[in-house]
């Protein structure tokens, strides 16, 4: 039996909030360097990454003698029991965000990892970004290819891993420091019948400051028939998968580029893995998705087709479901035309509402029914709220006004990654 000892924590959590508790740690589990987020004193509405010297002696040290990570009391005898995790992250001109998306991949808690750089055919200096980390880091790896696409990207970092675990990452998105740490721990709690866990994710924007956390899916467990309905997870950069079930799944689907549809790569691994495995998930925002205008997601008529190829194999797979594919669908092109809506882009709307007739001629008159009363039932909830906040018209300035705050008060909440800074 492994020894246990008791430690005191004092946590910094996101927004400013601090928790201090005693936890019981097994000798077999690594030490977390000093890694966490604080308020920024400079500017008390952000957030910021901070590291200490040991997050970059251990990141210097790689993941070799996992045993010196240890949790426990002096002369504890070692249990080499972490599984090997790897890091996957596709690059293409990504010079501007990957030296941020490595640093937070790099300043995870859980040690034993190994770290995968695809550099796909970049005209950039991203290579160059990379190896820079790469001298610092032994656990940083840089693949190089001719432009292939994110599914082939991925899909050959893969197949050069080492982990039983994989977990990929955008080259512009960040990670919080214990997103790996508590996915692993999820995934061994649950055994082999688990094939994915993974977290929420916060929206940021190019900067980094975090602009939206509403979406909180709960799904877990045998997830396939919500699946079927759209890609509840929601990107790339949440998720923890073994590499078994990558594997059994055929991984990413590299056919969707070749035919005009990049973009849904992962909700089709997704799907594939949960008919066969179960699906976990974290309830903490430990994943950030920057919006970044040259996104994939943001080609919403690319997107579209390549979520109409996935639901088709979906509803051949599964006929059984087929009308969950089907509203999948509808939904997916209704939330494209709100996205269109909402960029001011009235040339996308009407290429949307073209293909919309195209194939879909009935979903407009559903859509033409459904639309007064959703805005008359948004009207009545305004002017509810502003009763009872003492506002006597929904249409007042101080309604904007009072809007206006809480929208700069979310926006102000950033996402930094300091550097690392190595003292003794």
Same mark, same amino acid.
């Given at each position: ?46 957030? *910021?990454?901070? %590291?200490?010297? &040991?997050?970059? /002696?251990?990141?210097?040290?790689? +993941?070799? !003698?996992?045993?010196?990570?240890? #949790? ?80 082939? *990207?991925?899909? %050959?970092?893969? &197949?050069?891993? /080492?982990?039983?675990?994989?977990? +990929?990452? !955008?080259?512009?998105?960040?990670? #919080? ?80 580029? *070749? ?166």
């Amino acid at each position: 039996m492994s020894s246990v000892n008791q430690r005191g924590l004092k946590i910094l959590e996101p927004f400013g909030f601090t928790r201090t508790y005693t936890t019981q740690a097994s000798a077999r589990e690594p030490s977390p360097p000093d890694v966490c987020f604080r308020r920024n004193p400079s500017s008390p509405g952000k957030i *910021a990454f901070l %590291r200490s010297s &040991a997050a970059l /002696n251990i990141a210097k040290d790689g +993941p070799t !003698d996992i045993s010196t990570w240890r #949790m426990g009391e002096a002369g504890a005898e070692p249990e080499m029991s972490a599984p090997l995790v790897t890091a996957i992250i596709p690059a293409f001109n990504a010079n501007r965000t990957i030296d941020e998306t490595l640093t937070s991949v790099r300043g995870q808690t859980y040690r034993n990892i190994e770290i995968i750089v695809v550099d796909d055919g970049s005209t950039d200096d991203t290579a160059l970004r990379v190896e820079a980390h790469a001298r610092t880091d032994s656990r940083v790896r840089l693949i190089r290819q001719e432009n292939a696409g994110v599914a082939a *990207a991925r899909n %050959r970092a893969i &197949a050069e891993s /080492n982990g039983d675990f994989i977990s +990929p990452i !955008d080259a512009d998105d960040l990670w #919080m420091p214990t997103k790996i740490e508590k996915q692993i721990a999820s995934m061994l709690a649950r055994g082999r019948k688990c094939g994915l866990v993974y977290t929420w994710q916060a929206i940021l924007d190019e900067q980094g400051r975090v602009i939206s956390t509403r979406n909180k899916p709960m799904e877990e467990g045998y997830v396939l028939t919500y699946m079927m309905i759209g890609n509840f997870i929601g990107g790339g950069s949440p998720t923890l998968m073994r590499k078994r079930a990558i594997m059994e799944a055929g991984g990413y689907d590299p056919s969707l580029r *070749a035919r005009g549809a990049q973009g849904c790569e992962d909700f089709k691994l997704y799907l594939k893995i949960s008919e066969h495995y179960d699906v976990a998930i974290v309830k903490e925002f430990l994943t950030g998705y920057r919006c970044m205008p040259d996104r994939m997601s943001n080609d919403l008529l690319q997107m579209q087709r390549s979520h109409d190829l996935v639901t088709d194999y979906a509803e051949a797979a599964h006929p059984r479901y087929a009308k969950l594919a089907r509203d999948s669908r509808m939904y997916c092109r209704g939330s494209n035309l709100k996205k269109a809506v909402q960029l001011k882009s009235f040339r996308l709307l009407a290429d949307l509402l073209i293909d919309l007739i195209a194939h879909h001629p009935l979903y407009i008159i559903k859509l033409l029914f459904k639309m007064p009363r959703r805005a008359s039932r948004r009207i009545i909830l305004r002017i509810k709220n502003c009763r009872e906040s003492g506002i006597a018209s929904p249409f007042l300035p101080q309604l904007n006004k009072a809007s206006a705050v809480n929208l700069n008060m979310l926006g102000s909440a950033r996402l930094d990654v300091c550097d690392l800074v190595s003292t003794k």
